[in-house]
Structure formats: C-alpha cells, structure tokens
C-alpha cells in the first residue's frame, strides 16, 4: 500500500481493514499467480534437482539477458560498459567476464540513482519501497516478469519443504495490521485470497500471547513464516508454560532477520516441525534457501553471487564474506554487482554435494542480519524496526539506540528532502511500534560510526533484557 492507503487503511475501523486488506489481496493474487508464474514454477522446480552442468547453463543464459538489456536500456550500466569497451559481441562470448569488469555497486548509488538504474525495455507494473536495514528505504520499480520469477522462486521454496500453494499460513512480519494502541485482540488479520492469517508483531507481549496461540490452534497452519524473533517469543512462551498445541505445521520458514540457533531450538521444540531459512531482499536480491537437510543453497538459477573479504578480495573457504549479487529476480531496476551489505559463513569445502538431490553449493550461515530486538513495558518484545521508516524521504541513514527501558535515541543523517512532516511521521511511527510513553530523543548528525565487526549497526541496545 502507498501512504495514503496507509493511512487510510489504520484510521478504519476492523471490518473495513478486512475489506481494504483482502482488495490488496485480491490485487496482488492477479498480479503473481498468472499463467507465466505457473511456467517459471515448474521451470524453477526442475532446475531444483537438474544436473549442475544444466543448472550453470541456465545461469550463463539469464546473465547473458541481463547484460544485453542492461547496455541498450539501462542509462547506468550502458555508461559503465561504454567505459570499460564492452560491446554485445563480448557478453556472447563470456558474459562473466563482463561481469567482472563491471564496478561494484554501492548501497548510496542503488538509492539515489535508481532512475538512471531503471531498465527502459520494460513495463512499469509496480513500485514498492525496501524497509531498509540502514534505516533509510529505496524505491523498486518492478515488472510483471520480475514479480513473476521472483514469486515462483519463494513457492519453490515452500515446495521443497513440503508445503503446497494456497495452504492455511500465518505470517509474522513488521506490517501494522491491526492498529498499535489497541490492548484487546484480534491481533491479526485474514487474507482471504491467500488463505494467510497475517498477525501483529507489536503486539506480542506476554499477557496477549495466550490470544496469540488460542487463534493459532483454532487456524491449525501448515506453514507459518515470517520474523524468527516474533515466532521465537511465541515459542518460549509455550514451552515455558507447556501448552500443547492441537496442530502440527509442515515447516516454518523465517526471514528477513538473523536466524539464532538459540531461536531455532526454541522454535521447533514448540511446534514440533522444522525450521528453515532463507535470504533475499526487497530490492531484488537472488534467493539463499534452507533445504530439508538443513543447508543453505545459493540458489543459482535467481542470480550470481560473489564472497569477498574485507580487502575486497574473493575470500576462502570458511571465512565470513561480504555478499555481492548480480539478480535474475529485478529486471526492471537492475542490480549488477550489488553490495548489498549483508554477509555470509562460506562453507568450509569448496564442492560440498548436498543429500537433498540438490546440486546447486552451499554456505554455511547468513551472518548478516543483525538487527536486535528491543523492548518496552508497553509493547514487550520488538523485533525488527526498519518498517518504521518505510515510505518516508528526506533521511540517508538512521540508527536507533535503546538507552533503557523508557528512552530511545535516533540518530538521523538527513539530506534536504526532510522537513517537520517527515519527522512527525517517524515519531508516530517509532511510537506506534515501541509505545506512546518512550521518549524520544532524535539527533541530526553528520556520521554514524560503523560496529567493530566493520558493519552498520541500525539497532542497538545497550541493556540487558530477560529472554
């Protein structure tokens, strides 16, 4: 939904969110399950157990596409090859030589270039906007054939954990469903068109859990997904006060955050099935999926990804590397070489062979998401914050700090987009997510130093909490 929508959207009363909720619904059902969504689906779901020597075909054909497009439609990486006196003729011959001699692109250039980035071969079949981990959201252009790819590559991955299309699913996710003040459930809301319960985040503290679950043995989902630090909440509650569930899932599949072991054994000791990760982005990132032995497979047929070390180099076996992705999955706005700045524990054998049937290699961990949870008397346990800034202009980059439990720090690096409007929006925001009684204290700064590890930290809190 846009702003406007949005606003809309928490100003109505229950039965109206329901109606605008399953229009959307409705919208976006016509929108990705099409006759070409069907054909990628089937597409992707052989090329999960083809030969390598296949799988690295189709991967050579699609950079080959993307490349092309990319000289004769896209104004930012046209200029690039210019510079570097690629011509067509050498994408034929090797295109992954080409892609070498492409420059790395930055997080700054994807944000504030985006229209320079933007394939003109291409329909304009939707925008949305990436929440942003630095605090600070892009716009994505999108068309049909993306949405399409990129939607068949995510139900792949339900399939080869043993759940079909269309299931009873909830998700968990940093969208406010239901509005933020309220005290009483529903906590949640039914999409009808997907046959999904999308429940509330912020609402999870532990005097509404037993609603939380109440609703969830009544829904009995096959595949609940979504945020492992709301799920994990859920799940320490459960085994802390023993409830016994009348409903087993399939499978849960989490996102979007670090995945903790710690979370992970919680998890699947509550709800008695498998936890299983996976990585992409908002932007367009290829797709790392958690197969049914529990490896993450870099998911060749969505994209080409590179590891490199803190010097830049290709780093080695075992190390922590720095993910940088060329995607099959965002032909309209194209990422070449993206630093997408997230990392990854590369696995320590180079040609590791997987017991799943599927060939495409392996990592052993993503490293990367890092983002704390936090936590309030008013809403308890927060996972992740970055849906607060979504939709809004004018900030380069946040970091929010949690000082204690009543005093939150933001600081904002801002460019002359941001205005008092903006900063009203992300009070109400930071408030709707953390409770009416913080105080908030934003300071414009210049800098915002990185972590030790080298990494941006957008959340951080520096006290200790009872998990």
């Known amino acids: 939904m846009g702003k406007i929508q949005d606003n809309l959207y928490q100003k109505s009363p229950h039965f109206i969110k329901f109606l605008l909720l399953n229009v959307k619904g409705y919208l976006n059902s016509r929108k990705r399950y099409t006759k070409s969504f069907y054909t990628f689906l089937e597409e992707y779901q052989n090329l999960w157990y083809s030969d390598i020597n296949k799988i690295n075909k189709f991967q050579r054909d699609q950079l080959k596409q993307l490349l092309y497009e990319c000289y004769h439609y896209t104004e930012w990486y046209q200029s690039l090859m210019i510079e570097q006196n690629i011509s067509p003729d050498d994408i034929e011959k090797d295109p992954y030589t080409v892609l070498a001699k492409m420059p ?117 989902p096959k595949l609940i997904d979504g945020y492992p630090s709301a799920i994990y909440i859920i799940s320490k509650y459960i085994n802390k006060t023993n409830i016994q569930l009348n409903f087993n899932p399939a499978a849960i599949a989490v996102t979007a955050e670090t995945l903790y072991d710690y979370q992970r054994t919680e998890i699947e000791k509550a709800f008695n099935c498998n ?120 900030i380069v980059r946040s970091q929010i700090i949690q000082e204690n439990a009543e005093n939150v720090t933001i600081n904002l690096i801002i460019d002359d987009n941001y205005n008092q409007n ?33 990494k941006f930290d957008a959340v951080k809190r520096n006290f200790e909490i009872n998990l």
């Not at 079909?164 to 003040?181: E, M, Y």
């Not at 929006?425 to 997510?433: A, S």
């Not at 414009?444 to 030790?452: A, D």
């Open 104 to 220: 790395i692109l930055k997080k700054f250039e994807r944000k504030t270039k985006v229209n320079q980035l933007v394939n003109t071969n291409r329909a304009l079949n939707a925008i949305g906007y990436t929440s942003g981990t630095s605090g600070s959201p892009t716009v994505n252009y999108l068309d049909s054939e993306s949405i399409n790819r990129s939607f068949a590559l995510w139900r792949r991955f339900h399939r080869t954990i043993g759940v079909d299309l269309k299931v009873r699913q909830v998700r968990f996710s940093g969208r406010l469903i239901v509005n933020p003040v309220n005290t009483e459930p529903p906590f949640w809301m039914y999409n009808y068109f997907e046959n999904q319960l999308l429940m509330s985040t912020y609402h999870l503290k532990e005097n509404n859990i037993d609603s939380y679950i109440a609703k969830l043995n009544k829904f009995r």
């Open 422 to 454: 903006i900063y009203n929006d992300l009070i109400t925001n930071m408030k709707n997510r953390l409770g009416q009684k913080i105080i908030f204290k934003i300071n414009i700064v210049s800098e915002i130093p990185l972590g030790p590890n080298g």
């Open 275 to 394: 936890v299983y990760n996976q990585y992409a982005s908002s932007e367009g990132s290829p797709f790392i999926t958690e197969c049914i032995s529990g490896n993450l497979h870099l998911n060749l047929d969505s994209g080409v990804f590179e590891f490199l070390n803190e010097n830049g180099n290709k780093a080695k076996l075992g190390e922590i590397a720095q993910l940088v992705v060329t995607s099959f999955t965002n032909l309209k706005t194209p990422l070449i070489r993206y630093n997408i700045e997230d990392t990854v524990l590369l696995h320590k054998e180079d040609n590791f062979i997987c017991n799943c049937g599927c060939n495409m290699p392996i990592i052993e961990k993503l490293t990367g998401r890092e983002d704390d949870i936090l936590w309030t008397e008013e809403k308890g346990y927060v996972g992740r914050m970055d849906t607060a800034y979504k939709g809004l202009i004018g």
